[in-house]
């Protein structure tokens, strides 16, 4: 694996000089998706981890707008029971 630096508008890139990072697209926004809701759980269980918590959005690739919907979404589902708060 290539080491990173910052270059310096604080987007990481490649020492190896094969071009900046690219960003994962949002999957949301491409398939555009207005609201998220909290009963769709195969939607859900795509942004939650084998263990249950909410994974992050440099991970998952959502853009901000649409994985704050996520995480409402997801603490709505476990309230409701339908995803565990922890799954072990």
Do not use: W
């Not at 000089?17 to 795509?46: A, N």
Request: net charge positive; aromatic share 4%; charged share 40%.
């Amino acid at each position: 694996m290539a080491a990173m630096t910052k270059n310096t508008k604080g987007r990481q890139k490649r020492s190896d000089k094969s071009g900046p990072i690219r960003r994962k697209s949002c999957y949301l926004c491409r398939e555009k998706v207005r609201q998220i809701d909290y009963k769709d759980l195969g939607l859900l269980r795509r942004f939650t981890s084998e263990r249950g918590k909410i994974r992050p959005r440099r991970v998952t690739g959502a853009c901000r707008r649409h994985q704050k919907q996520v995480a409402t979404a997801v603490r709505r589902a476990r309230e409701m029971a339908l995803l565990p708060y922890v799954d072990d």
